[in-house]
């Protein structure tokens, strides 16, 4: 079974910056494309960034578009968020998933199959 293992996270002011990785365990990473998702208190699951398992092919949700940065290092098997520009309302739970698909990938949470823990952000003064 695929394991992640999702760091970097933590308490930050507002127009900071943090660097999330998603570290792959136990097997290759290079084969999948992986997401980076969020869930806050009383909301449902939303795609973030993901990033496709060749080629290099990257998506953003308009709320993040200029400010946060996806990248993977497949040498070291880890997938990274550059966040910076914070603001109050990206405060969540972010987790790394991947999927089986080629040279794209997806925003929707449900066509991931496997998923990472979870990593606490809070974005407050």
């Known amino acids: 079974q695929l394991q992640f293992v999702e760091s970097g996270g933590g308490l930050v002011q507002p127009g900071g910056s943090l660097r999330l990785s998603c570290a792959a365990s136990?097997?290759?990473?290079?084969?999948?494309?992986i997401g980076w998702f969020r869930q806050a208190p009383g909301k449902e699951r939303e795609g973030v960034s993901c990033?496709?398992?060749?080629?290099?092919?990257?998506r953003y949700a308009d709320s993040v578009k200029g400010r946060f940065t996806i990248s993977r290092d497949n040498a070291k098997n880890t997938v990274y968020l550059q966040m910076n520009s914070l603001k109050p309302e990206d405060t969540a739970v972010y987790y790394c998933a991947s999927i089986t698909i080629q040279r794209t990938c997806l925003m929707a949470p449900g066509t991931y199959n496997y998923w990472g823990q979870g990593t606490q952000v809070t974005v407050s003064s």
């Open positions: 990033i496709s398992n060749v080629g290099g092919s990257t």
């Open positions: 136990g097997f290759t990473l290079n084969g999948y494309s």
